[in-house]
């Protein structure tokens, strides 16, 4: 089965400029999460779907994000207008199940150069 | 509110040799406890989870993790390393009796087998 994959795997824009990056989570998977790593720190939980529907978005900094998953399949993560502080990997995840054991899928993230 | 903690940023063990990666966590009710892999380039991979039952739990690629409650520690071990273990190492905890399926990561700790 293919794994989660994220779009781009690099992003180099100005301040100011939008960026939208995008998760592909495993077919079949209706959670899915997205997480940010800024600057060598810890991974911090952004927010999560069930399906299309945001189910807790508690993580999302302010907002210029702005994170979509029409029809229940990928998903989006834009953020408009960028400023230097979003520099980071953005990682998307995806889980089988409702439940809090099971595991996240990660994908390979996407790395953003705010400039 | 759940936290967890990766006391070492770097480890480095020679070949051949055991290794830990040490985790402490707190959460205000029982735990589920992950470690994840990241090797350059790469997602997170998924290595092992502690849900209920024995506490020492065995994963992908030989590594083991105890969980200890009264220490409140999930280490990671490997009885002997190799040089391809070498990465960035992420534990992770979720709160099994508070709703709320989003990971609570430490900082890392990157891994350094040598030859």
């Known amino acids: 089965e293919a794994g989660v994959t994220q779009f781009p795997s690099h992003s180099v824009i100005e301040k100011g400029q939008t960026v939208t990056l995008r998760c592909d989570p495993i077919s079949g998977h209706d959670n899915l999460y997205w997480y940010r790593r800024v600057m060598g720190k810890e991974i911090k939980f952004l927010l999560h779907f069930v399906k299309e529907s945001k189910q807790d978005e508690s993580g999302m900094p302010n907002n210029r994000f702005l994170a979509e998953r029409t029809g229940g399949t990928y998903s989006t993560l834009k953020v408009q207008p960028a400023e230097l502080e979003d520099s980071g990997v953005y990682f998307c995840a995806s889980s089988r199940g409702p439940g809090s054991s099971y595991e996240q899928y990660f994908g390979p993230g996407t790395r953003l150069t705010v400039t | 509110a759940q936290s967890v903690a990766q006391p070492e940023d770097q480890v480095n063990v020679a070949e051949g040799n055991p290794l830990t990666v040490k985790c402490t966590y707190s959460v205000s009710g029982n735990p589920y406890l992950f470690w994840y892999v990241q090797y350059p380039n790469r997602g997170l991979q998924f290595l092992l989870k502690y849900i209920t039952g024995d506490n020492l739990v065995k994963g992908s690629y030989g590594f083991e993790a105890e969980f200890n409650k009264s220490q409140t520690s999930f280490h990671l071990k490997k009885p002997s390393a190799l040089v391809s273990d070498s990465a960035l190492y992420f534990c992770?905890?979720?709160?099994?009796?508070?709703?709320?399926?989003?990971?609570?990561f430490g900082p890392g700790t990157r891994l350094s087998v040598l030859p």
């Open positions: 992770a905890v979720r709160d099994r009796d508070n709703y709320g399926q989003n990971f609570v």
